[in-house]
């Protein structure tokens, strides 16, 4: 079965600080990565996703995340990030084939201050 | 394109009442997922739906939880009895479905936040 992992639960910057959020999953086979973002009072919505090609993925809003394939690791990263970006953020695995089942991590919430 | 309705947006019930909770896909999404969203944790699938087929339903309480999705198009999800631990957000997705294996993305409801007391 697969899993997701999220170090980080909580993060709190400074804007103009970088960002990295961490997800590794468990699972032996091909995936599909996903990290999407809930902000406050917002419903839950897709920020970027790997299926195939290049590793390197880039979403909405600046964020990028880099598939490395021998660690199980998807992270998320912002160079620069605002205020606006404070959200919870959840990586999501689900593996190719069949009905796709998803599986989340527990999430991170990420504070930026102003 | 109007995106995954749900209703009610809250609720609070006493245990051992009855709760139950509707969703409107996207138009055209073959597929509906029910999930619950416990406070501090991630979602997780409680029933997949492709078209009114249910295809995963193994993390769906059978005792107290029951779900449907008559005629493919709109679901309603049933707690009966609730619990107290059944307080979480309960969201609902739906994504387009373009044959196994082939990979798609989920887009989601607002969510019910229910509160059992």
Redesign the interface.
Known sequence: AQS?SQHNHHVILSEAASLELGCNYSYGGTV?L?W?VQYPG?????LL?Y?SGDPLVKGIKGFEAEFIKSKFSFNLRKPSVQWSDTAEY?C?VNA????????????TKLQVIP | EA??AQSPRYKIIEKRQSVAFWCNPISGHA?L?WYQQIL??????LI?F?NNGV??DSQLPKDRFSAERLKGVDSTLKIQPAKLEDSAVY?C?SSTYRG????????????TRLTVT
Request: cysteine-free; aromatic content about 18%; glycine content about 18%.
């Open positions: 997701v599909n996903f999407y917002q419903h839950l919505q897709l996703k299926f959840f999501a190719p084939g069949g009905y796709q089942k998803v599986t989340f991590g527990i999430g | 995106g995954v597929t997922y501090g944790q991630g979602p997780k699938l997949q492709q295809v995963d969201l997705a196994q294996g082939n990979s798609y993305e989920q887009y989601f409801g607002p969510g």
